[in-house]
């Protein structure tokens, strides 16, 4: 049996869970948010009890001490010590192609996830200083890294390739992110299945968006690409865009690279169609008439479905339809749009399932529809910590 945390280090955020392996047992769970502010939030539970404190968490470090003093053991209902963790497994989201599979973190490994920040600078940096201050604090535990970008290294070369010049092939391609989001909800769908072989789209709705094409349990393709910033509108991030925008957006407005960048991962996507930046929000105006948040959630839609399409193409066939995370597991509305008008592809969204308020794994498509449609909630700290206890049975 082995005690493996999981930690999940944001900007702002840590969100964790402690599991005993291989049995998928939670001990504890919890979040820490706005960090660095006077009201951050501390939520933690177990099987026992409920915290909610708010509290001024100054920086990462003071968030990962209290933590560590918070882990506790709902057995014996006592604090469990730092020292007690064999393992502490860190999403990383950025792995470019150097990390295709989890792996135990070294300097070596360290020295390669903060060289491939640029590529991912909302995500790596806050990655790599919970890797640092987690080997402070636990320090006899082995410190495991698991990429966001690993599951997508299937995806063939003439799909994750750009049309750019040769010279710039070897930094410049299709990485894809959600990675263990997208690998835990098809396993779970393939199970629905029960097939051998199996065509599946998976739709991951959070602030972040994405979608890919599994073929076999092998992803094939991927809405974002050499950053988390294509594809899919999303919360703060504009997806796709025609590339000369961005020099027209420098060259008529005067905007600097530092601005751009802000502008296209910060301040567009859904924020910057409507104004506010929680899809619950804009839904409730939107039904009360706002036109600027009805049109967001159909450019939205349409978005998604214009990938439904391409990516039904690409496995030539569809079995399921997968959504998950936040909104993907959460809209009623988002997802009865992007189903509407595809019964060219045999989909039946049944109203009444897709209306009802539950957290299990679910088919809302009618019996008699030709693609299933599946809500699969997302579990990507179990499934790190499953990829991390199966390194370390390879030991």
């Known amino acids: 049996m082995q005690q493996i945390l999981v930690l999940n280090s944001g900007s702002s955020s840590l969100k964790f869970q402690l599991f ?18 006077e009201d951050a939030k501390f939520k933690y539970k177990t ?3 409920k915290i909610r404190v708010v509290t001024p968490i100054p920086n990462h470090k003071v968030a990962l001490e209290i933590l560590a003093k ?11 010590s730092p020292e007690d963790i064999d393992v502490v497994a860190h999403r990383v989201v950025h792995g470019g192609k150097e990390f295709s599979e989890t792996i135990e973190i070294t300097k070596n490994v360290k020295d390669k996830i903060k060289a491939l920040s640029p590529l991912a600078p909302l995500h790596n940096p806050a990655n790599l200083e919970g890797i640092n201050i987690a080997e402070t604090i636990f320090k006899k535990a082995k410190q495991v890294a698991v990429f966001d970008t690993a599951f997508h290294q299937t995806i063939p070369e003439h799909v994750y390739k750009y049309a750019l010049p040769n010279k710039f092939s070897d930094k410049i391609r299709l990485y894809g992110f959600h990675g263990t989001s997208h690998k835990y909800v098809s396993e779970k769908a393939i199970g629905l299945l029960g097939e051998k072989e199996s065509k599946i789209i998976t739709i991951h709705l959070g602030n972040g968006c994405s979608m890919s094409a599994i073929k076999n349990g092998v992803c094939i393709d991927h809405s974002l690409g050499f950053s988390p910033n294509a594809g899919l509108i999303m919360g703060t991030r504009s997806g796709d865009l025609d590339p000369t925008i961005i020099f027209y957006l420098a060259e008529k407005f005067n905007l600097n690279l530092k601005e751009l960048n802000t502008l296209l991962q910060k301040e567009s996507g859904m924020l910057g169609l409507t104004g506010h930046g929680d899809l619950r929000e804009i839904e409730e105006l939107a039904k009360e008439g706002d036109k600027a948040c009805q049109l967001a959630i159909k450019m939205n839609t349409y978005r998604i479905k214009k990938y439904i399409g391409s990516y039904t193409a690409a496995l030539n066939g569809l079995d399921a339809i997968v959504f998950t995370a936040g909104i993907g597991e959460n809209s009623t509305i988002m997802r009865e749009l992007i189903c509407e008008d595809l019964d060219f592809l045999g989909i039946k969204l049944d109203i009444v399932k897709n209306n009802e308020r539950l957290k299990t794994i679910r ?5 008699d529809s030709k693609i299933k449609v599946f809500v699969i909630p997302t579990n990507e700290e179990l499934e790190i910590a499953k990829e991390t206890y199966d390194l370390l049975v390879k030991e």
């Open 47 to 49: 099987n026992r009890e």
């Open 20 to 37: 005993t392996m291989p049995e998928e047992t939670v001990l504890c769970s919890g979040l820490i948010e706005r960090i660095g502010s």
């Open 70 to 80: 918070q882990l506790l053991d709902p057995e014996t209902g006592s604090i469990k």
């Open 363 to 367: 088919t809302i498509s009618t019996p």
